[in-house]
């Protein structure tokens, strides 16, 4: 933990922070002797990030007033809290903070238990997020949910999720990638990649991209983004089935000539793009990226599509077959063109259009 990355004075004090695993959002929990509240805000990294900060009410340390009042960490009112007449501050060794696994939301435990959640759906519907001293729902600061809850699933996926990243040997950076490895190996006739790029960044997730040359096309896959869930999937697919099947993923490219190491360079900040900003990205999106004052990225299309377009659909059957669980996003390199093609007639438009160029 870093200390001190939110800054304090005489009357506030931070009894926990933490920095998301991503890099890019911090949680802590600010006293300013009347009020406890717990924080999730945006570190300015360079990024536009896909967040609006949050702050969700702990507890009231004095007596509750009638009605909330405006003021910066307004104290709870009187009916919709569990101790009217205030209760003690926390003591700092006993807060601690686990992150969701996508890196949108933060659960505060106190003692061991569970004591709030700011889950990666907050600030949205005037929710802030779930505290086990809040009473009623007609504040944003809603009661913890019941013990039998679904919701409940999901935050204990997110404790044996980080712990398993970094004690199951299988999902170990190096395991989870030659596993992968040898599975691209295998659909591709056994051919062994030419290259290998790591991807440098300073975030989660870990990941490299793979060269094939094969059938005379150069294949660039990406592998280890599939170790990390994709934020802000439950804002695009609601039932638990596409939620699942929209989970995780991996980047596939196909061209005819070795790209650049420009166009390498583009694709390996578009893989981590996701986690780095908090964005969801899906088949039909576009990312653009200044390179030495010309715009380049790619369009996302699904695999199948790709492959179709390179007559390698014997490609996409191996891929379904061995990595049911995995989505492979087909990419599409674009140019300052492409770009204006899909704001001015859409993004579908242009991926045809660009398709007939390859």
């Not at 991209?209 to 804002?235: C, D, M």
């Not at 377009?309 to 891929?319: A, E, G, Q, R, S």
Request: include cysteine.
């Amino acid at each position: 933990m870093n200390k001190h990355i939110i800054s304090d004075n005489s009357t506030n004090q931070i009894l926990i922070e933490d920095i998301s695993p991503y890099g890019n959002l911090v949680a802590y929990v600010e006293s300013d002797k009347r009020t406890c509240y717990f924080y999730l805000m945006p570190i300015d990294n360079g990024e536009k990030i896909n967040f609006k900060p949050s702050a969700l009410w702990l507890r009231n340390l004095v007596p509750a007033p009638e009605e909330f009042k405006l003021e910066v960490a307004p104290l709870m009112p009187k009916k919709n809290t569990k101790h009217p007449n205030g209760i003690e501050e926390y003591e700092p060794k006993e807060l601690d903070i686990v992150w969701f696994s996508d890196g949108c939301g933060a659960t505060l435990y106190y003692q061991g238990t569970i004591e709030a959640i700011i889950p990666p759906w907050s600030s949205f519907d005037n929710i802030a997020g779930y505290s086990r001293e809040a009473i009623g729902f007609d504040t944003p600061f809603l009661p913890l949910p019941e013990t039998n809850s679904a919701f409940y699933l999901r935050i204990n996926e997110n404790l044996e999720y980080w712990n398993q990243l970094t004690q199951n040997s299988e999902l170990r950076f190096d395991n989870y990638k030659n596993n992968l490895l040898n599975k691209y190996i295998n659909i591709f006739d056994n051919t062994p990649p030419t290259e290998i790029y790591t991807i440098k960044n300073d975030f989660l997730p870990k990941a490299e991209i793979i060269e094939f040359f094969y059938k005379n096309y150069y294949i660039y896959i990406t592998v280890g983004l599939s170790r990390h869930p994709l934020p802000k999937v439950e804002f695009f697919y609601k039932t638990k089935e596409s939620i699942e099947g929209n989970r995780v993923i991996e980047l596939f490219l196909i061209h005819p000539n070795k790209i650049s190491g420009k166009l390498l360079n583009v694709l390996g900040s578009f893989a981590t793009y996701p986690w780095r900003t908090l964005n969801f990205i899906d088949y039909h999106h576009s990312f653009e990226y200044i390179y030495d004052d010309l715009y380049d990225g790619f369009f996302t299309l699904p695999l199948e599509q790709l492959t179709e377009k390179f007559m390698l659909n014997d490609i996409y059957k191996k891929f379904i077959e061995l990595f049911p669980n995995i989505k492979f996003i087909g990419l599409l390199p674009a140019t300052q063109e492409d770009f204006l093609v899909s704001r001015g007639k859409g993004i579908d438009f242009a991926i045809k259009k660009r398709l007939t160029k390859v």
